[in-house]
């Protein structure tokens, strides 16, 4: 089968081209009315051939393909078979069973043709392997299965298995799986509190037609468990259609006021065993969608965690009787322990040194010995720890590296100011105390530590600090915190809150009167924000480079000289005076990486925008550190992420629109 009966065709086609010319040029010269006559024969003999090699190919499969053969040992072997078969050389059908040109070329003949006009997706080396090749012809599902037929110069051998039944039972079985969600209003006591019945009636009338609606569209059901709460259990096939709308659901509800105080979170649990295993996945997911500041769809599956929404403030919860329980059960677990280790993120900051120092006074006041573990060599609160040191509190603090030595089976474990178990100032340290309590205000993210003993963490509130200030007011008068602690936990609030301009509520400006009552003073305080000249040399170069891309400025700097890591976050923070900006990016080279320091005025969520760089962080405040990366392809995915966002706010905002 060396000879190509295209290349037969070919040449025919050749020869009455050449023909027609030879026809049409005397013909032209002389009588162009008779021009028709060339066209009509050339039409006639193209006809003949079609039907001609039409006829030769069905002759050619009769005589192959019948059960009347004659010394073909290979034909002999195979057309007994139960199941379609075909012979393949050089890329052609040679020769098929009954069963494969009833079954598989409905009727047709296929002799001599390319294998690859027929079955365009068949691939003989992928058939070779022990599990076949997946191939749909017309409405039928095969397994292909492919080996060399001996004595056949080079033929290939295929079988075609028909199990279009258990393959579309194995879809319908896939898509058929369930799922669980569970669905809160977001801080539903303090948004109805102040309505009337009448309002309250109204308002959850109207989320729970749009959650019916949405619920719906799909084959499950959906239930009311408690006033704010919902659970539905869905199919695996409804589930793909809510992430590929993106959970649109979101943005219905958020619409029904101007202000988009009332939101959603959702908890996704699918892909597991059991439905039992779907539910406990729901419930870890609407722990971290809450955690993460609400009006979110969290969903969680085998491989981890996805997020979807996440644009709005979180609403500030104004009731202090979980600070007052938080306190008494921090100072139980302190009271059980022998020791306690205190310790923020790494190269921290006066919020994460503030909070320390405020934990380790708790600590001081239920008589437990505690010291805070600390890289003083990489620090931003370098200034703060100095006046500790003068004032003669350098027992306090220790190396993450000698804290090591006094750990013990009931050491206690406080980590402020951060939930991410890679940020922690020291791994070593996490992993060798079995007992942890965690108090954070960032939004949680992947990789948070896993079951604390104690959790307050607050995504509402502006810092650690004042977290810790809430704590220490629940605390005796007697012994408390002292003039300098206080203005530590001051100058974490103000770090922060960037002198209590942004992300402040009720509660943080309550923790800042009673820091001030306890001895803070604001104006030295404010020395703790002063820089070298050096300092602020290097942020003025960094804010003038800076150049505005949608409404983002995004600032590149090569590696600065070591001491000076306070300079990014402070030029973040200068490039969101500008007018039209509204939100900073600052990306520095560090040891072969770039550190990407981030702020907003909260028109853009900023830690949703870093997190798929492996950052993190809060609505106006994140960072991210990028291994192995240049400046350039730094700032095209600090780019691409703001695109990302950029598109989805205005979906969001069409949606509203229309709605």
Known sequence: MKHKDGLDTAAVLLLLLVALVVMIVP??????????VPFVLVAIALGTLWYMRRRLRTYVAAQLCSTDFENSRIQYSLTGLPIPTMLVA????????????????????????PVDRVFPDLDLAVCSRPHGQDLTVGDRRFTA??????????ASIVYLVDDTFYKQTLEEYTESRPACLIIVIDSYDELFDDMKDSEQAKELEAINSLLET??????????????????????????RWMIQER?????????????????????VGHGGKTLQECHQMARESIDIALGRGGDQAAVKTVDGFEFYGGISHGVEKRSHVRSRIISRALCDLIKKSDSVIVMGHRMSDLDAVGSAIGALRICKMCGVPAVIAINSDATLAGPLLKTFLDAGCGKDFITPDQTLEVITPNTLLIVVDTYQV????????????????????????????????LLYHEPYASSASELICELLQFMPKE??????????????????????????????????????????????????FNTSKEEYEARAHIVESAYIYKGCAIA???????????????????????????????????????????????ALNVQVILEPLGGGGHLMMAGAQLQNCTLDAAEHKIREQIDLYRASQAANAAAAHIH
């Open 556 to 602: 590149l700097s090569g590696e600065l000289d070591a001491g000076m890591n306070v300079v990014l976050p402070m030029a973040a923070n200068d490039l969101l005076t500008i007018n039209g900006v509204d939100a900073s990016f600052v990306a520095v080279a560090k040891n072969g990486g770039v550190n990407i320091s981030a702020r907003s005025m909260g």
């Open 145 to 154: 299965y492919a080996g060399s037929a001996k004595g056949s110069r080079g």
């Open 479 to 528: 012994g408390n915190i002292t003039p300098l602690e206080a203005q530590a936990l001051l100058a974490g609030i103000m770090l922060d809150t960037r002198s209590f301009a942004l992300h402040v509520g009720v509660r943080t400006f309550e923790a800042a009167a009673w820091l001030r009552s306890r001895g803070a003073q604001t104006a030295e305080t404010k020395l703790l």
């Open 422 to 453: 890679r940020l922690l100032e020291s791994q070593k340290i996490y992993e060798k105390c079995k007992r942890v309590v965690v108090i954070d205000h960032h939004r949680m993210a992947v990789g948070h530590i896993d079951r604390p003993l």
């Open 214 to 239: 949405y619920i719906g569209r799909s084959t499950g059901f959906l239930r009311r468990v408690s006033n704010s709460r919902y659970i539905a259990v869905v199919e695996e096939r409804d589930v």
């Open 27 to 36: 013909v032209a010269m002389v009588s162009p009315q008779w021009l028709i």
């Open 90 to 113: 050089d890329g052609r059908i040679l020769w098929y069973n009954t069963f494969f040109r009833e079954k598989v070329l409905q009727g047709s003949d296929a002799v001599t043709r």
């Open 247 to 267: 959970f649109d659901i979101l943005d219905k509800v958020r619409a029904l006021h101007p202000g988009g105080l009332t939101t959603l979170s959702i908890g």
